[in-house]
């Protein structure tokens, strides 16, 4: 194959759509999102404020707040008041929500290992090598666009 005769990024999406759709079914089970799952997960890695958090996780401001609602209505984080910024909230994960995050890691690490053991060996490394690098490389610039596409939710891959 060619990289003329590739559509790589109908691949990439289609794939990830695939990916992201298997995972929410699977999250569903333990009453979180695929998009909740990477904020929590983040915001356990440390002090992080809602808007590093949204950074983090790749999410809009309108996203974040949405989302933060959400968690803080299922008991599963809070906002709380930097001691250092007063305009700025610190996102804490309850008791409830750090069981929440180690079931989702189990679901997600399943998952992945599944979806990556469906291949031969060498193409799961060669398929996590190349997309890390692209990322890290080639694609890790931002392009000035005057009408990009809308940002997806998932980006962090909490590992």
Do not use: F, W
């Not at 590739?6 to 009453?31: C, F, N, Q």
């Not at 909740?36 to 707040?65: H, I, P, Y």
Request: net charge neutral.
């Amino acid at each position: 194959m060619t990289p003329k005769s590739v559509d790589l990024l109908m691949l990439l999406k289609l794939a990830g759509h695939a990916l992201e759709t298997e995972l929410s079914v699977r999250l569903a089970a333990i009453g979180v999102t695929p998009r909740a799952q990477c904020v929590l997960a983040n915001a356990l890695a440390e002090e992080r404020t809602q808007s590093e958090l949204a950074e983090l996780s790749n999410l809009d401001k309108t996203t974040m707040v949405v989302t933060m609602d959400a968690l803080e209505k299922s008991g599963l984080a809070e906002r709380r008041l930097s001691s250092t910024d007063r305009r700025a909230r610190i996102i804490v994960v309850t008791d409830e929500g750090r069981e929440v995050v180690a079931k989702a890691r189990q679901v997600v690490d399943e998952l992945y290992e599944d979806v990556l053991g469906s291949l031969p060996a060498r193409q799961g490394e060669a398929l996590v090598d190349g997309l890390s690098g692209l990322l890290e490389g080639r694609l890790a610039g931002k392009v000035r666009c005057d009408n990009p596409p809308r940002r997806r939710a998932v980006k962090a891959v909490v590992i």
